[in-house]
């Protein structure tokens, strides 16, 4: 993990300095707090025990990790003990050395992504008006580079048919599954079987148009429309891209994304390669490198903990130093989002896109995700 300056936190009545690496245990033993308290000052918990090894691995000095179970109440001869012998624990041991590789491979993209910068094109992503087969396959698909296609959608009748008006009078009687009360919860995207809602396409309409600007409700990729029979004639108004996609392979590989303005799509990363292409409105996309994956508190799956509308940078502080692209993609632009690449998009106006995996190129990957649950 890379060298950062000390933060300072306060455990009361102790102070501790804690690398920023080390912020995300801390907030989880400050979270936890009350769940720590034991009658018995002679045992650590099973909970603050994987805190204890956290911190170890991590370099944090004993003293501090000492003060800090002191403070939960426990014991301080208990205290010290735990802390002093844990080192010596053959499991401890075999975590310490695999932490030692994962710190290789962050100091590999650390250092990835300084010669990166050295480029005069760091930070941007490349806006082409036609791409054939094989340029982009060689420029963009096989060096893991976003690029924005400007002409792409000239053949789509999407673009002059698909209103909100169009939409509800051609599909408005048809059932269709939608996210709902997101607002109600910050993992709505973790969490996604608990927002699906099913509605009539014409109330879901009237929602988008009537309700003004929101994040509570949103019919994005994984409400699966368009393996819906009713929506089927929505392919007739587009055009599936045949110089990189496959449109004999559209099953679950082509998705419709159609919501307010102010829906929000919050930061994680594709397993496979996508296009989205954009046909109404306009969308804010934020993207970050996957070189940059040890700033961005990837805690479960394929999602960051950081809100990349809000960050917090006491609870996060890395993600000060992640080199965000910012780019507005406009109705008739396609991007080529790569695999890995993190993206937060926020829709500026009512939108409507559509979002395809289904290329001619192999896009099958296999990852190791993390799922830390304590």
């Not at 996309?285 to 917090?312: A, C, M, R, W």
């Amino acid at each position: 993990m890379s060298d950062t300056q000390p933060l300072s936190i306060t455990l009361p009545p102790l102070r501790i300095t804690l690398t920023e690496q080390q912020q995300v245990n801390l907030e989880w033993l400050t979270q936890n707090l009350p769940n720590l308290l034991t009658p018995s000052k002679q045992e650590v918990p099973d909970n603050m025990k994987q805190w204890v090894a956290a911190n170890k691995l991590l370099n944090q000095p004993d003293a501090e990790i000492i003060q800090a179970l002191i403070n939960t109440g426990i014991d301080a001869e208990t205290a010290t003990a735990e802390v002093r012998e844990i080192s010596s624990h053959p499991y401890f041991q075999a975590g310490s050395h695999y932490v030692q590789l994962l710190q290789k491979l962050e100091s590999h993209l650390r250092i990835n992504n300084q010669l990166a910068a050295l480029s005069s094109k760091f930070g941007t992503i490349e806006r082409k008006s036609s791409l054939s087969r094989e340029y982009f396959l060689e420029n963009y698909y096989a060096k893991n580079t976003p690029v924005i296609i400007t002409n792409i959608m000239h053949n789509w009748k999407a673009l002059q048919l698909w209103t909100p008006e169009y939409l509800q009078q051609k599909y408005g009687d048809a059932e269709v599954q939608i996210q709902a009360n997101r607002n109600s919860d910050p993992n709505y995207e973790i969490k996604i079987e608990n927002h699906k809602k099913t509605v009539f396409f014409r109330k879901y309409v009237e929602m988008v148009v009537n309700g003004g600007p929101s994040n509570d409700y949103y019919m994005v990729a994984n409400n699966q429309t368009l393996e819906r029979e009713e929506f089927k004639p929505l392919f007739n108004d587009i055009e599936i891209f045949p110089e990189y996609l496959n449109p004999t392979d559209t099953k679950g590989r082509v998705f419709f994304w159609f919501g307010p303005k102010g829906t929000i799509t919050p930061l994680h990363h594709d397993p496979v390669n996508l296009i989205l292409a954009q046909v109404s409105g306009r969308k804010l996309i934020k993207l970050i490198s996957p070189q940059q994956t040890p700033l961005l508190y990837n805690h479960v799956g394929v999602f960051s903990k950081v809100d990349g509308e809000n960050p917090d940078y006491d609870k996060y502080p890395l993600y000060r130093d992640a080199k965000i692209i910012e780019v507005i993609l406009e109705p008739g632009e396609a991007i080529f989002i790569p695999v890995g690449w993190w993206h937060h998009v926020k829709s500026l106006e009512v939108s409507i896109s559509v979002s395809f995996t289904n290329f001619v190129f192999p896009n099958y990957y296999e990852w190791k995700y993390p799922h830390i649950n304590w």
